[in-house]
């Protein structure tokens, strides 16, 4: 989400949340006055201003976003990370790389029925979705902000796909026409609607109709796993399917529903030029009154 300087005076918006001046003024003093790593400097800012999320969890992994864009747009100056993150790396060494299969995997009609998806937990599992991801997806791992749910498909003990869940995304003219949505409640429920922000089916794995099973499957336990972890249930799912890449078969086949095109703007073009591909934007529906939800 990027931010914007023209609101309030002295006020700008990182991570869906609007800061006063007076508030950046505070987090500048406490920079300048106690020797913080961008953890606890996150953790203060969520306790002092009561950035919390529907279960009274600082919301820190936001915070933590939010302030890396206050930097870069020239308002703070954070300390160096103390562990930098291993998204950075860009051609990993032959000893942290996955090794392959040496044959196809192909599941039959049983097998595909028993896939299951579980969520990723442990650090093992995190690492294991993040290679994947790095080594397999065109666009690597990424990195997510706020709340956020990875899980890894499974066939038996082999692992054939991943799935990453996470924020979404602050302005989208199709969702938001398809919704029916003013800014005002647009601001208020975001939180609701949840971003498929990877979607990995392994190489080697050779078996038709796995995409929409494991779409189906994801939309089915999403909303119970997202309510686990944080306390709330998102009513709908959105994707972007890069055009030029993907037709979005599975999503479809899926039965998500194609609402409009990317403008290929990006988050911080001001020119209203095409700078980044255009993508499909599809949409599933986790609830049946999911536009009177998010209009409230």
Not at 59 to 69: E, F, G, N, P, Q
Not at 211 to 240: I, K, M, N, Q
Not at 261 to 288: A, D, S, V, W
Request: charged share 20%; proline share 5%; hydrophobic share 40%.
């Amino acid at each position: 989400m990027s931010q914007n300087l023209t609101r309030a005076p002295g006020s700008a918006r990182f991570s869906g949340r609007d800061f006063t001046g007076e508030e950046l003024a505070a987090i500048r003093s406490w920079l300048a006055q106690a020797k913080l790593c961008r953890e606890q400097l996150a953790r203060r800012v969520c306790q002092e201003f009561g950035w919390l999320n529907a279960q009274g969890k600082l919301k820190t992994m936001s915070c933590k976003v939010a302030l890396l864009r206050m930097q870069r747009a020239g308002l703070i100056v954070l300390p160096p990370p103390l562990n930098p993150s291993p998204n950075r790396r860009t051609k990993p060494g032959a000893e942290w790389l996955l090794p392959l299969p040496e044959s196809p995997l192909a599941l039959s009609a049983k097998q595909l029925r028993q896939v299951r998806l579980e969520v990723v937990q442990t650090k093992a599992e995190r690492a294991l979705y993040h290679q994947h991801l790095q080594q397999h997806h065109y666009l690597g791992a990424g990195s997510m902000a706020g709340a956020q749910l990875r899980y890894l498909a499974r066939s038996g003990g082999a692992v054939v796909g991943a799935l990453g869940f996470g924020a979404s995304a602050w302005l989208v003219a199709g969702r938001d026409r398809f919704i029916g949505w003013s800014d005002t409640s647009r601001r208020r429920r975001l939180h609701l609607v949840v971003n498929n922000h990877r979607f990995l089916i392994l190489p080697w794995v050779r078996t038709p109709n796995l995409g929409s099973r494991l779409l189906a499957l994801a939309s089915r336990r999403l909303g119970a796993d997202w309510l686990e972890r944080y306390g709330y249930r998102p009513v709908l799912l959105e994707t972007f399917v890069e055009q030029e890449r993907f037709p979005g078969t599975c999503y479809r086949a899926a039965n998500w529903v194609e609402v409009g095109t990317t403008k290929g703007r990006g988050k911080l073009e001001k020119n209203h030029q095409t700078i980044l591909p255009l993508k499909h934007i599809l949409l599933y529906p986790l609830h049946k009154n999911f536009r009177a939800i998010l209009a409230g």
